[in-house]
T-cell receptor, first 118, second 113 residues
Framework: GAVVSQHPSWVICKSGTSVKIECRSL??????MFWYRQFPKQSLMLMAT?????????EQGVEKDKFLINHASLTLSTLTVTSAHPEDSSFYIC??????????????FGPGTRLTVL | GESVGLHLPTLSVQEGDNSIINCAYS??????FIWYKQESGKGPQFIID?????DKRQGQRVTVLLNKTVKHLSLQIAATQPGDSAVYFC????????????FGGGTRVLVKP
């Protein structure tokens, strides 16, 4: 149980286009989902916290108009990278916190999405 | 360990030996500290966590030690196996901030057969 999926697993797009990444909790409900970005050989950096039915909370330095987050249901959050540029190329990872869960072991990570912007 | 630019600290260990991975954290208000394992091209996998009011916790083949005096966390892996080869990250959980995780720099573990 407690599986989080991401779609697509990888995507290549042209500069200036927008890309949507989906994060789904497959067998549990998640009131909170988190989006991270990871550059090669670096750590995960939290971009934003997404709560079902409300606006996402963005970390300092993350442009909310560029990285649009929607959390429309208890099992789905989406991240849209708008007008993508090569510097947005990265590994994007989501995590989902089990509804009612307490403790870090109730936060489950997706497999990540590799975005390459040409 | 801490990541420095594009270089991850690497720990090479012989199969069967014990591994010790270290991490320094920054926020004394964190309520949990966690170790994750990340294999190439995959998301992080939870290994073990420890509450801030504890100093040691053991799991299957893993032990986490917490020293709040010097803000230091370590992960010990007993009898390291080839499948343990991965990048290991420590993370701090801030429950008061909506359970946000702050990840430390990673350490790559290479297990030599």
């Amino acid at each position: 149980g407690a599986v989080v999926s991401q779609h697509p697993s990888w995507v290549i797009c042209k500069s200036g286009t927008s890309v949507k990444i989906e994060c789904r909790s497959l067998d549990f409900q998640a009131t909170t989902m988190f989006w991270y970005r990871q550059f090669p050989k670096q750590s995960l950096m939290l971009m934003a916290t997404s709560n079902e039915g409300s606006k996402a909370t963005y970390e300092q330095g993350v442009e909310k108009d560029k990285f649009l987050i929607n959390h429309a249901s208890l099992t789905l959050s989406t991240l849209t990278v708008t007008s993508a540029h090569p510097e947005d190329s990265s590994f994007y990872i989501c995590s989902a916190r089990l509804r009612g869960g307490v403790g870090p072991d109730t936060q489950y990570f997706g497999p990540g999405t590799r975005l390459t912007v040409l | 360990g801490e990541s420095v630019g594009l270089h991850l600290p690497t720990l090479s260990v012989q199969e069967g030996d014990n591994s010790i991975i270290n991490c320094a954290y920054s926020n004394s208000a964190s309520d949990y500290f966690i170790w994750y394992k990340q294999e190439s091209g995959k998301g992080p996998q939870f290994i073990i966590d420890i509450r801030s009011n504890m100093d040691k916790r053991q799991g299957q083949r893993v032990t986490v030690l917490l020293n709040k005096t010097v803000k230091h966390l370590s992960l010990q892996i007993a009898a390291t196996q080839p499948g343990d080869s991965a990048v290991y990250f420590c993370a701090e959980n801030q429950g008061a901030a909506g359970n946000k995780l702050t990840f430390g720099g990673g350490t790559r573990v290479l297990v030599k057969p």
